[in-house]
């Protein structure tokens, strides 16, 4: 596979209302859109890195300043056979699977146009649509029980609302009075520690289908002793950045259910690594999302589909986060079911005309 250019942009979109979680409230969503031209065929990629390194470590200036010097040069000059090399191949390069996976999405993308099948072909996926769920920052209590009513309405199989000390108990008290048998978990962003016990053992008693990441954003000891203390199944997400550290979580028994975000691991072929090793240990997975574009969003439908993906994810309609999408198609869902976008890749084209409008840095980089 012949690599001809590649293209950054840096786009911003705001989000039709402000989203609040434990660590920050995002009014607009900055992300890194990038395009491998390859023999005629395009694909596309995002990267769900912030502007400031709020959720891990990275942050977009660095890893524009990755993608432009070190890892899309090495693309470019090299090309490569099949997009399942390319991790091992930038294993030089420590860390930042957000930047690394921007460009490794989009490369699998053209690959999968190029074949002229859809990607959730190349990833052993079989289903056409997907269940998704719903992920609601925070609000008053009053408004949030309002907001989960609507989405239950919609459909939405899995409800899940951001925590953190001092909005949690009572937040969940009230949600679950009025909705005692939908199928709810809470987020915590890592806003609480072990000194806190006795608000999570509190949490126990709401019957959730478990709890994410409830410690901080890299441990696993602490969360492996938690899970020994609460009957709610603990989830992690941030702690998991590549399948090692996945199976070093499982082996520790630090979660019972896997969060996976392509971004967050490193690409798509560490996802296949990581659904293999969930799916032979029989840990369920849900793909998590980091409101992502119509790019981003595509290609968490697509991966999804793997069999693996037991649990409804954040692959919710996109209307619910932007007015308007940089894709041309509209990746709704209907009843709590996402349709998977039809046609070869991820089945999505640019909306160019938007897409100029929200740009705000281009960089072409050609053979």
Known sequence: MRIDEVELRLVRLPYRSPFKTSFAEEREKHAVIVTVRSQGVEGYGEGVMDPFPHYREECIAGAWHLLRNAFVPELVANGCEHPSQLVARWAGWRGNPMAKTALE?????????????????????????????????????????????????????????????????????????????????????????????????????FGLHYIEQPLHWDDMVEHAHLATLLHTNICLDETLTSPARVKAALDLGACSVVNVKVGRVGGLQSVREIHDMCVGLGVPMWCGGMLETGIGRAHNIHLATMPGFVYPGDTASASRTYARDI????????????????????????????????????????A
């Open 105 to 205: 999405l989009a490369v699998w993308d053209c690959y999968a146009r190029q074949q002229g099948v859809p990607l959730r072909t190349l990833l052993g996926g079989t289903r056409t649509e997907i269940p998704v769920g719903a992920s609601l920052g925070m609000n008053t209590i009053p408004e949030t029980v309002e907001n989960v009513r609507r989405h239950v309405e919609q459909g939405y199989q899995r409800i899940k609302l951001k925590i953190e000390p001092g909005w949690d108990v009572q937040l969940l008290a009230a949600v679950r009075a009025e909705f005692p048998f939908i199928e709810l978990t809470v987020d915590a962003n890592s806003a609480y520690t072990l000194a806190d016990i006795g608000v999570l053992r509190e949490i126990d008693q």
């Open 327 to 366: 894709v041309e198609q509209a990746l709704e869902a209907t009843q709590g079911i996402m349709p998977v976008p039809e046609g070869p890749g991820i089945g999505v084209t640019l909306d160019r005309p938007f897409l100029n409008e929200v740009t705000e840095q281009t960089e072409v980089v050609r």
